[in-house]
């Protein structure tokens, strides 16, 4: 049994990713289309060991199709997940679209699911933000030893979060800084090379950015409505991998050699936890792998039952492309009925 898929923003980052990943992984998929914008109707892209040619979203029959990867942004879906959910195939969209809408299920496989039945309201399901997917990846098995109260996190973001212009844009900046040419910020708002942003996406009216809005709320749709977060998301001179350190407080006790014999057996999770130098892992390390890698768990002596982590992940992988297949392997497991 095979299947008919389909990406949208094929010639981005993510997009990329998600054709690397269906090659890696021999998604069962009898035909990959790769869509994107008008602009970019014939670009070659790399499925595995061959070359797909791009054709137009607006001109595409979805007739047939059983799955859609929607990776071209919020307007982008806004305009289309409704259309192609409405034609048939099940949309598994990365933008923030659809991640609050409550007919939508917010997905991260590791950790709800049994949510992905839920997408036949409007047949599409929502990824979530890349900062939140390797977060929940973390926090469930601990959530579900000891039951979280409260989660403080702040975010060491690449640029890759940002686009392929926002790498592009870290790129220049650094050249320019050793050749002594000017440095022109045109994706970021301060200059990013050599630098740190505490800033991104939109400002809010209580002063928190919504990135940092969205990890408050998607961690609570996707693992409990009761934890209370704040973050503080910052952008950094990364090309590739999220990091985050995390505080968090719990109901019940938990020691942090409970919490790393947890980590080890919870899925997705990778844990190196070594308290000697370079015992821990940095994005430089966790390019193009599938885990969440979590190092240095100490207790959080601030609180009753507290554990501070950091956790770092390939932002394009697990953030956002691997995500998304995962879901999708799991809809043709369980879910979608294909006629032989």
């Not at 595995?48 to 929607?70: P, S, W």
């Not at 048939?88 to 590791?110: A, C, H, Q, Y």
């Not at 977060?135 to 601990?142: E, G, R, T």
């Not at 885990?291 to 207790?299: C, D, G, L, N």
Request: proline share 5%.
């Amino acid at each position: 049994m095979s299947w008919k898929v389909a990406v949208v923003g094929a010639t981005g980052n993510v997009g990329r990713e998600m054709l690397n990943i269906l090659a890696e992984r021999e998604f069962p998929a009898r035909e990959i289309v790769p869509l994107a914008s008008r602009k970019s109707v014939g670009k070659d892209v790399a499925y595995g060991d061959h070359t797909l040619k791009c054709k137009a979203l607006e001109h595409f029959d979805f007739k047939g199709t059983d799955i859609v990867l929607m990776s071209a942004g919020s307007a982008v879906s806004g305009e289309w997940s409704p259309k192609i959910g409405a034609a048939g195939p099940v949309v598994i969209d990365n933008s923030s679209k659809w991640r609050m809408d409550p007919d939508v299920p917010l997905v991260v496989p590791e950790v709800n699911t049994t949510a992905i039945g839920k997408f036949g309201k409007k047949n599409i399901i929502a990824n979530p933000n890349c900062s939140t997917a390797q977060m929940v990846v973390a926090l469930k098995p601990l959530h579900d030893v000891a039951r979280i109260k409260r989660v403080v996190v702040s975010t060491y973001q690449s640029v890759s979060g940002a686009g392929k212009d926002a790498m592009d844009e870290l790129f220049n900046q650094t050249r320019a800084i050793f050749v002594t040419d000017s440095i022109e910020s045109k994706k970021f708002t301060k200059q990013i090379a050599f630098n740190i942003i505490p800033q991104i996406d939109a400002f809010m009216d209580d002063g928190y950015t919504k990135e940092e809005w969205k990890m408050a709320a998607e961690t609570r749709k996707i693992l409990d409505p009761d934890i209370q977060v704040t973050a503080t998301c910052v952008r950094v001179p990364v090309f590739v991998g999220h990091s985050e350190a995390i505080s968090i407080e719990f109901e019940r006790p938990i020691s942090p050699e409970q919490a790393r014999e947890v980590l080890r057996e919870a899925p997705g999770c990778m844990v190196v936890d070594k308290r000697e130098d370079g015992g821990y892992v940095t994005p430089v390390e966790c390019v193009g792998d599938y885990a969440t890698f979590i190092s240095r768990i100490r207790k959080d002596p601030t609180v009753e039952n507290g554990l501070a982590l950091w956790c770092v992940s390939d932002n394009l992988r697990k953030g956002a492309a691997l995500n998304a297949i995962q879901i999708a392997e799991i809809l043709i497991a369980r879910h979608l009925k294909k006629a032989a």
